[in-house]
């Protein structure tokens, strides 16, 4: 196994802008810890919220198959 089986090939800008857009989503979940201190019972209802908000987005996600 060498470095080609572990990233992806460079494919110029395609590859740029996926690695931009998947830094930006995250950056965006990690903003939304800020309100954490203003929930009731933080421990619980935080991690709960993120496994919601990922249901949320996997479910209304495109499904497509490969040709």
């Known amino acids: 196994m060498d ?4 990233f ?6 395609a590859s740029l802008v ?3 857009n998947n830094f930006l989503s995250y950056s965006g979940m990690e903003m939304n810890t800020v309100h954490v201190n203003k929930l009731r019972d933080p ?5 709960k919220a ?8 996997l ?4 499904q497509s ?3």
């Open 43 to 47: 421990a619980k209802e935080f991690p």
């Open 50 to 57: 993120m496994f919601l908000v990922m249901g949320m987005v």
């Open 8 to 13: 992806p090939q460079w494919t110029g800008i």
């Open 18 to 20: 996926l690695i931009v």
């Open 3 to 6: 470095v080609s089986h572990i």
């Open 59 to 62: 479910l209304s996600a495109p």
């Open 65 to 67: 198959s490969p040709p």
